[in-house]
């Protein structure tokens, strides 16, 4: 008897290990919608297809949870459990809103009553579009979208522009009609408008055909991390806090018509290969290294893939950066950028051309581009090898795959989610007085001068002399002008318009290099020290 004791024990222990490892295991296996392309206000029918892949049966009753946007919508039970192999669905109705929307189903919860061979499998999305009813006064209404403002402090790259072209995906996607931000952008600089004033702004969104122009900030991005981290590398977990708020402006009168705001949340791991904290303090430049003067980088050589950071403080405007090798062959544009009196304007290359291919190790050009010429550069080396750090751009950058799929990411997109649903809500409340003021309002003059009264408006380092007259008023590339001395200027109090001055004397002669719609770029053909407020006329070819 002794002899099978031995055996007794081991078909008791695997006959215990079978009976541990026959589990059920829930999944969700798809998730679908009726109507397919809802509407807003439609009623949805969300169903959810739960299958048991495990080893025994599930008996007893369960509970399916379903949430939209990361709040919970409602529970369906399944009452009489599911089959191994079998599958069940599961149903809720819920009110769709304008907007883009995620919604996640969650097997056996929210009492989590099966036992299961695997916990980690029961979750599944699926990500659809509302728009706005094809009826909808909504449909003949334009819209601009502004770059928003970063008052978040959190040093993540591209947050204003990543949330601004990502808010634009998703009103397009609702039905909007949307124009380009980068149309926007390039009239605002054509013009030598200032994208920090409403009005500006709005004269833009006028000039590009908006009725309604969308301006805004992220002003909150919290990262709590909840654990430790060695060096750079960590695996913490974090809860994040997204808030955003955004204003509806009638381009046509300048007025804010409606504000809105909203907030993201999300907790769990980070999604990061490196530590947040650290992603912060190093993915932002030390203000003192590229913003004292000129066109700076904030290292003189940087090892292959390391973000090259570039700032210039200098002469109002707009600018862009052009990067080249050292041998003139173009690499990139980075985007304009509006620099204020005494502001710094920062970008960010992430050593990739225009069709994302990584450069190589070399020496490399930093220009700045003013329109019409470049105005300084700046020299720089990229190094083989990898230095103490090398960040990863994709998952700091808003609006790149990898920092969709991080916790901040998916706070983000959550909180752009709640805005695009309240903008197109205050939209519709004040789209009949919008576009009942498109055929009353006259374009204003601003002051513009004819050809013949004209003044000089800014003086550039680089030796341009800027005029309060182009396109608009038949100035053309070539055209010489002469400064003049000039006393008792009289100018209309309600126009602007200059109506008449006393001559002492000609302090010199321009001639034109460039022409935009309401300003012209010249140089000096004689020697004579030009000031602003100037006046300027015409001397023949």
């Not at 149309?183 to 009005?199: C, I, R």
Request: charge should be negative; hydrophobic fraction near 40%; charged fraction near 20%.
């Amino acid at each position: 008897m002794k002899r099978f004791t031995p055996l007794i024990s081991l078909l008791i222990v695997v006959l215990i290990a079978g009976v541990c490892l026959a589990k059920s295991d829930l999944v969700v296996t798809n998730i679908t919608l009726s109507p397919v392309s809802p509407f807003a206000g439609d009623e949805v029918t969300i169903t959810a297809e739960v299958k048991n892949v495990g080893t025994t049966d599930v008996s007893g009753r369960f509970y399916v949870r379903f949430s939209v946007d990361g709040m919970q919508i409602d529970n369906a039970s399944i009452p009489f459990g599911i089959d191994v192999g079998s599958s069940k669905l599961a149903t809720v109705s819920w009110t769709a809103e304008v907007g883009t929307h995620t919604i996640m189903v969650e097997a056996d919860q929210p009492f989590n009553k099966v036992s299961e061979s695997s916990e980690a499998n029961n979750i599944s999305y699926k990500t659809f579009t509302v728009s706005i009813s094809s009826v909808t006064s909504l449909s003949d209404l334009k819209i601009a979208v502004a770059r928003f403002d970063d008052r978040s402090g959190s040093g993540f790259i591209n947050i204003g522009q990543g949330v601004a072209d990502e808010l634009i995906t998703r009103l397009v996607n609702s039905g909007m009609h949307v124009l380009e931000r980068s149309e926007l952008e390039s009239v605002m600089q054509e013009q030598s408008l200032n994208p920090a004033l409403k009005g500006d702004l709005a004269k833009a969104g006028q000039i590009l055909g908006a009725d309604l122009l969308v301006i805004g900030s992220v002003t909150r991005v919290d990262v709590q991390e909840t654990s430790l981290s060695l060096g750079f590398f960590s695996v913490s977990s974090a809860s994040v806090n997204v808030a955003m708020s955004a204003r509806l402006v009638n381009v046509y009168t300048s007025e804010i018509e409606k504000a809105v705001s909203s907030t993201g949340e999300e907790e769990g791991a980070t999604g990061f290969s490196v530590n947040i904290g650290k992603i912060v303090s190093l993915s932002q430049p030390v203000s003192s290294n590229v913003c004292t003067g000129g066109l700076l980088t904030d290292k003189s050589y940087y090892y292959f893939g390391e973000i090259v950071h570039i700032g210039y403080k200098g002469t109002p405007g707009w600018y862009r950066v052009e990067i080249n090798t050292a041998g003139g062959t173009f690499v990139r544009l980075l985007d304009w950028k509006f620099i204020s009196a005494g502001a710094c304007g920062e970008w960010f290359w992430n050593q990739r051309n225009m069709s994302n291919m990584q450069m190589g190790p070399g020496m490399y050009v930093a220009k700045l581009w003013y329109g019409g010429s470049y105005v300084t550069a700046r020299s720089f080396q990229i190094k083989p090898g990898s230095g103490s750090v090398t960040l990863p751009i994709d998952e700091i950058t808003v609006g790149s795959g990898k920092f969709d799929e991080t916790i901040v990411g998916k706070a983000t997109n959550s909180a752009l989610n709640q805005l695009v649903a309240s903008l197109i809500q205050g939209a519709e409340q004040v789209a009949s007085k919008v576009i009942g003021a498109r055929g009353s309002v006259e374009p204003t003059t601003n002051g513009e001068v004819s050809a013949g009264k004209a003044q000089i408006a800014a003086v550039f380092a680089d030796g341009r002399i800027v005029i309060n007259i182009g396109a608009a008023t038949g100035v053309n590339k070539g055209d010489f002008f002469q400064i003049l001395h000039a006393q008792n200027v009289i100018v209309d109090p309600s126009t602007g318009e200059i109506l008449d001055y006393e001559i002492l004397g000609i302090k010199g002669e321009i001639v034109i290099v460039e022409v935009r719609e309401r300003v012209s770029y010249a140089i000096k053909t004689t020697e004579f020290v030009p000031l602003v407020g100037d006046m300027v006329e015409g001397s023949g070819p």
